[in-house]
């Protein structure tokens, strides 16, 4: 089916002034659509980043449009969020692991507190409940206390400035 592509290029790239035949522009869009890196085919042909996606939106159609959304089931989604509201996972394992930004992944979660008004945002976590969770937060806030009564004696002893003063730098 695909023809080299010594055939098509006749070892050369175009000129800016001639156009890449048909054929050789359906294969390319072929090879990307089977999961070549679009980098790689563009260093293959020598193609710029907008020809080659004009030529995608042009003829890639719904197979292109599906890989470009990524899409990710809805079933999913939620029970992402679900895990996220829980603290089982945190944002950055759920957008290394469905690769997408995390505007996205703030999108689902204002998405999820619209349909369901008793979940809060995701920074809204409950405070936790069982004894041992207590515990270490009992311990985790005495450290932070501890910690900064330290930088306050070390402050005045030494008379340097530890904290970061709130503004602008001058």
């Known amino acids: 089916m695909f ?7 006749s070892s050369r790239r ?3 002034q001639e156009n890449y ?3 050789l522009i359906l294969q390319i869009i072929e090879e990307v659509l089977n999961g070549t890196p679009q980098i790689l085919v563009l260093k293959k042909y020598h193609l710029n980043y907008g020809s080659l996606n004009n030529w995608l939106k042009k003829y890639g159609g719904e197979r292109y449009q599906q890989i470009r959304r990524n899409s ?12 996220l509201i829980e603290g089982r996972m945190t944002k950055q394992e759920v957008v ?9 992944v703030d999108a689902w979660l204002k998405k999820a507190s619209k349909e369901e008004p008793e979940v809060n945002s ?8 069982s004894n041992s969770e207590q515990t270490e937060l009992a311990a985790a806030l005495l450290k932070i206390r501890a910690l900064e009564s330290l930088i306050d004696v070390a402050e ?5 400035a530890i904290r970061k003063k709130p503004g602008a730098k001058q």
Do not use: G
């Open 3 to 9: 023809v080299e592509i010594d055939e098509l290029m």
């Open 72 to 83: 990710i089931p809805e079933d999913k989604r939620r029970k992402l969020v679900k895990a």
């Open 122 to 129: 995701f920074e809204q976590n409950a405070m936790p409940t």
């Open 156 to 160: 005045e002893k030494f008379k340097i």
């Open 96 to 104: 290394a692991h469905c690769k997408v930004s995390p505007k996205t």
């Open 14 to 16: 175009p000129k800016s």
């Open 21 to 23: 035949s048909p054929k």
